[in-house]
């Protein structure tokens, strides 16, 4: 589906990500944990385009993906952040709708989209005309999600979906996405530091540290045969390694 070749990102002299190989399988869920600043998100924004890697090249179906093409490879993406990164002064409905629109569909088209995609999350009807300032936590989330797969997208993107939640939204959550991520059979990434959410969520987990993947593979892999010291006290963490000083300065060298 997806296939980085020796991609690194850096500004200037500062390596940001390393030199790194990895192929994404179609129908898997892979997870990227690793303290902040270790450059998960910026894994993640180099994969759908929103920043050029500094080295290598990235595929999509086998073919590299060159910057021209990256509109329309993103039109193949679904793209979630935290706290859904919706548009404070349009509706749920029209936040949801937005490239429904842009890309010209028919107004069956669109309800039709909605109304699928309004039963697959849970999501409330009457909430579809609220301001995201009067959504709840949760419900704001479901409107991100809601316009990831509104394209019926081949991949989708998660940067820490469900990290401004409390404990039990997340939980109700975290239930349901495992669910949607099931039912709809797609590839994806999720970016979480929490472990827990990792062990849920991955069939493959990617643990990474100062810009590096340490080490991939399943949760007991990683308990189980840790590559070095750093793995198996990030997984033994209640909720990862709490985010050192030493780390942040290592990472800003």
Excluded at 18 to 39: N, R
Excluded at 94 to 111: F, P, V, Y
Excluded at 196 to 221: C, K, P, T
């Amino acid at each position: 589906m997806i296939t980085l070749e020796r991609v690194s990102k850096s500004y200037r002299s500062h390596t940001i990500l390393a030199p790194l190989d990895w192929k994404l399988d179609q129908g898997k869920t892979y997870v990227l944990i690793g303290p902040s600043g270790c450059g998960k998100s910026t894994l993640l924004r180099l994969m759908i385009g929103l920043v050029a890697p500094s080295e290598g090249r990235i595929l999509f179906n086998g073919n590299e993906v060159h910057p021209k093409e990256w509109r329309n490879i993103r039109l193949r993406m679904g793209y979630v952040i935290q706290d859904g990164g919706l548009f404070p002064h349009l509706t749920a409905k029209s936040n949801i709708l937005l490239m429904a629109h842009e890309l010209g569909w028919n107004r069956n088209k669109r309800e039709s989209r909605l109304a699928e995609l309004v039963e697959l999350t849970h999501f409330p009807a009457d909430g579809l005309s609220r301001y995201p300032a009067q959504l709840s936590g949760g419900q704001k989330q479901r409107v991100g999600i809601m316009r990831g797969l509104l394209l019926d997208p081949d991949v989708i993107l998660l940067d820490e979906p469900l990290g401004a939640l409390d404990p039990i939204i997340r939980h109700n959550l975290q239930t349901e996405l495992r669910g949607i991520f099931q039912t709809l059979g797609k590839t994806v990434v999720l970016v979480t530091h929490d472990v827990a959410e990792a062990r849920y969520f991955g069939d493959e987990i990617l643990l990474m540290r100062r810009g590096r993947i340490v080490q991939r593979g399943s949760f007991d892999d990683l308990v189980s045969h840790p590559a070095e010291e750093f793995v198996s006290n990030f997984i033994q963490s209640p909720r990862g390694l709490e985010d050192s000083e030493e780390e942040i300065e290592a990472m800003n060298g």
